[in-house]
């Protein structure tokens, strides 16, 4: 089967300026006093989605510029890392079956993200210094030549987080293991915020592409939540059965999440890349005829 390289008539979409707004937003959330739980996670979205369109545009700003952009905005993402990493931890202990004997664990984590919190409300310089990180990383994107990001580049970026990601699902296939599917969770953000910033993206046997990418994110992104509880409840002290017990609970939710994500990567990593990129930016309605033995023969 051969496939068509050649651009979409459309002009590229402005991913630039996605970038941009989504660094505009961390900023002004990062701005406001005092600085709560959904302000934060708001900030770790907006920086992974300006993370996703730096891949979009990597070859248009050059492997340095790229590389201090992606390192500036991913160490101001982990200076906020322990507050939303321990809210996250007792939210997903409070969505899985009550009992009384994880009281405990409850109690510490709760103390754990209070004691988070109110280091980040009062850690001013920590704040100042994240915004201006932003602000650096906002200018040198202003800066360069919109004519750098056109379709060749965009498709080459698209490429580029999808093959990593189908190298991802080829690991967590053969090593299950929370590192493994982690990564491959953080392409799939990815591509998920990508797949969004383009005009037009082909279904996959019934959702979009995007849809079927967030879909597949938060199947992963749950699965790393409960591997990460399932770390606190090993070390932390419980009474009686409540151990065995949350962690039964946890090994079975984590199983289904993780047979789910795997059927449905199997889906959207299907394709070799390069037929995948050129299908979706050319807006293809269907997806390629594969030749069956008869007519391949």
Not at 50 to 67: I, N, S, T, V, W
Not at 99 to 109: C, N, P, Q, V
Not at 263 to 272: I, M
Request: charged share 30%; aromatic share 4%.
């Amino acid at each position: 089967m051969s496939v068509s390289h050649s651009s979409p008539r459309l002009p590229p979409p402005d991913v630039r300026r996605v970038a941009l707004d989504s660094l505009a937003d961390a900023i002004a959330r990062l701005g406001q006093r005092p600085l709560s739980d959904r302000a934060v996670h708001g900030v770790r979205k907006d920086l992974k989605r300006a993370r996703a369109m730096l891949r979009l545009m990597h070859e248009g700003l050059g492997e340095d510029e790229y590389r201090r952009g992606n390192i500036a905005l991913r160490d101001a993402a982990r200076d906020l890392s322990a507050a939303r990493d321990s809210k996250v931890l007792l939210d997903t202990l409070r969505n899985l079956p009550q009992h009384g004997s994880t009281s405990d664990l409850r109690a510490r984590l709760r103390k754990e993200h209070t004691l988070a919190r109110s280091h980040l409300r009062t850690d001013v310089s920590s704040v100042k210094r994240a915004r201006q990180t932003l602000r650096a990383v906002g200018r040198g994107l202003a800066e360069a030549s919109g004519e750098r990001f056109d379709w060749p580049i965009l498709q080459t970026g698209l490429r580029r987080v999808y093959a990593r990601a189908r190298v991802a699902l080829v690991q967590a296939r053969r090593q299950p293991t929370a590192e493994n599917l982690h990564e491959l969770r953080k392409q799939t953000k990815y591509l998920w915020h990508q797949l969004q910033a383009l005009p037009v993206a082909r279904p996959l046997e019934g959702p979009c592409l995007a849809t079927a990418a967030h879909h597949l994110s938060d199947l992963l992104g749950g699965g790393h939540d409960l591997a990460a509880l399932r770390s606190r409840a090993l070390e932390a002290p419980m009474r009686g059965g409540a151990r065995t017990w949350l962690l039964a609970h946890i090994d079975a939710r984590s199983a289904r999440r993780r047979d789910q994500a795997l059927t449905l990567a199997s889906q959207l990593y299907r394709d070799p890349p390069a037929v995948f990129t050129a299908h979706v930016l050319r807006g293809s309605a269907r997806r390629p005829r594969r030749r069956t033995a008869s007519t391949s023969s």
